[in-house]
């Protein structure tokens, strides 16, 4: 999809006329009862700051400075008609998970009509650029997930009239989606007593930025989670343009794809949620380099033409879908100053009211308590290549006692052999630089597919890298340290946090295997 973004970048190009760009929303835009008017010449054409078109109920969009940067956003059109974008609402409930209702936001008795429960929470379902409920089936995956998960009325959102090339226009499309959502919530709340801040709208790439455009129209909307927000014309640019944590009462997002390709990610980078996640650094994800071939007999054509333009773009939409109800591994996050000091084991601490963890997807709403509407927490997770996605992750420190009688330090690598009630570990941990030495904390991430279950007891050994034989190496152990990280109250961390020693203390020679209990 890279390339492709590019080609329809330069197709919105080739139809400019003047110069400048377009809105989020005009200050004075309200219900006003005319009939659409765009101010331009041709379907494409580059529209100036101060142009503005308006239409019946969504009041006007104009081209404000907000929406001009010279790099960032050098090309602006006013969006297309609400009736060539033709924005649909699919309606799914519970007892009705295959069959939708059609809502019509401005029929009265087909809103009150519907199957909608209004208190039950409604989930919307936005999706991106060149997409629809038909091209791919991720948003009925994620609806079928989200039925399952809870009684929810599931609203599938198909923009598909108004998100096609050229990619500056489907931009400038996204304001009017994003009023038309708008427009329904309300509509749901005059007639079905539908509260906006029981609504959560989930929006994949272009789609996150409709939910921002949303919420910025309502009341307080609940929540938004954005899936890899699209990066090219909203990246660095005001509120009022992108999502922010100002469009709803909790905002969450997952970046997936900040910087796969050198040229064009297509994913933002800027942190713009309560709590944004950046899932393998928000970067590559494990998994994306699968051959096309292996991409089309699991999951068909259609769908491994859009993982091989745009995987780690989707990602975000399968990190999502495998956080509703998976029931094993929580996908915990953690808040860490660079991705280096996460890998590397240096942030495992759900930290002081649980500030520094949160759950990744659907429960990410957990951490709302410890929002601050001044600042996003980055928070970071290291998943597997494939489905589930989700590891049982541990932080391990091993630290090395320093003997009252001179002992030189050794190179060389930690072993352990960890024994649960569930299953056992083998593991080989080498420190970052290649050295044992006596006094220091060797700390390491270890994830692992299979559960440990409790832990009751750990063999310690190490072997010497070094070529003197006719030396006898030794290094004097302290205690092994094993905290779970996938947990996101630090109280519960500490309970479950076993420390281990050597009953002898004696030094242990290199290859040598000694068995060590819980502390006392």
Not at 97 to 103: C, G, N, S, T, V
Not at 286 to 309: M, N, Q, W
Request: glycine share 6%; net charge positive; hydrophobic share 35%.
């Amino acid at each position: 999809m890279h390339s492709l973004l590019y080609i329809c970048l330069f197709l919105g190009f080739q139809h400019v006329r003047s110069s400048t760009l377009e809105t989020k929303l005009s200050s004075n835009a309200t219900s006003l009862d005319y009939e659409p008017s765009v101010i331009q010449e041709q379907e494409y054409q580059h529209a100036s700051i101060g142009s503005k078109t308006c239409m019946r109920d969504l009041g006007c969009f104009e081209i404000t400075v907000d929406f001009f940067h010279p790099v960032h956003r050098p090309v602006n059109f006013l969006p297309h008609d609400r009736s060539t974008i033709n924005t649909k609402f699919f309606l799914y409930t519970k007892e009705h998970p295959k069959e939708y209702d059609q809502i019509h936001p401005n029929d009265p008795e087909d809103i009150k009509d519907s199957n909608l429960k209004p208190d039950h929470r409604t989930v919307f379902i936005v999706h991106g650029f060149i997409d629809s409920r038909f091209y791919g089936k991720w948003m009925e995956v994620v609806k079928d997930n989200l039925l399952l998960h809870n009684n929810y009325n599931v609203i599938i959102v198909d923009w598909s009239g108004g998100n096609g090339a050229p990619y500056t226009q489907a931009t400038a499309n996204t304001r009017v989606v994003g009023a038309e959502i708008a427009l329904l919530i309300q509509k749901l709340q005059k007639l079905k007593g539908v509260s906006p801040m029981n609504c959560h709208i989930v929006g994949h790439s272009l789609g996150a930025h409709v939910a921002g455009y949303a919420g910025l129209r309502l009341n307080k909307l609940g929540r938004i989670t954005g899936l890899d927000p699209a990066q090219p014309y909203f990246q660095y640019m005001p509120p009022s343009v992108r999502l922010d944590q100002t469009d709803a009462d909790f905002v969450d997002v997952i970046h997936t794809d900040s910087g796969s390709y050198k040229f064009l990610p297509l994913g933002m980078s800027q942190s713009v949620g309560h709590v944004d996640f950046y899932p393998n650094n928000g970067l590559s994800q494990p998994g994306c380099t699968y051959s096309t071939i292996h991409s089309i007999l699991l999951e068909g054509l259609v769908d491994a033409a859009r993982r091989f333009v745009s995987c780690n773009h989707q990602r975000a939409v399968d990190f999502f879908t495998y956080s509703i109800n998976y029931k094993k591994a929580l996908p915990v996050a953690y808040h860490c100053t660079t991705w280096e000091d996460y890998i590397n084991g240096l942030c495992a601490d759900c930290g002081k009211n649980d500030t520094r963890c949160a759950i990744l997807g659907m429960q990410a709403e957990q951490y709302k308590h410890n929002k601050n509407d001044s600042r996003s927490v980055k928070m970071y997770l290291a998943t597997s290549s494939s489905a589930p996605f989700w590891e049982y992750s541990y932080q391990i420190q091993v630290k090395l006692r320093k003997p009252e009688a001179s002992y030189s330090d050794n190179a060389g690598q930690i072993k352990l052999k960890i024994q649960g009630t569930k299953n056992m570990y083998d593991l080989q941990l080498s420190p970052k630089t290649g050295n044992l030495i006596h006094g220091a904390t060797y700390t390491f991430l270890v994830r692992e597919k299979k559960y440990l279950g409790k832990l009751t007891s750990i063999i310690f050994s190490w072997s010497t890298s070094s070529w003197n034989f006719f030396k006898t190496h030794t290094i004097h152990l302290d205690y092994v340290k094993i905290s779970p990280m996938n947990v996101n109250n630090q109280k519960k961390q500490k309970m479950e946090t076993k420390k281990f020693c050597h009953k002898l203390a004696q030094a242990v020679k290199s290859k040598q295997e000694v068995f060590l209990d819980e502390c006392k």
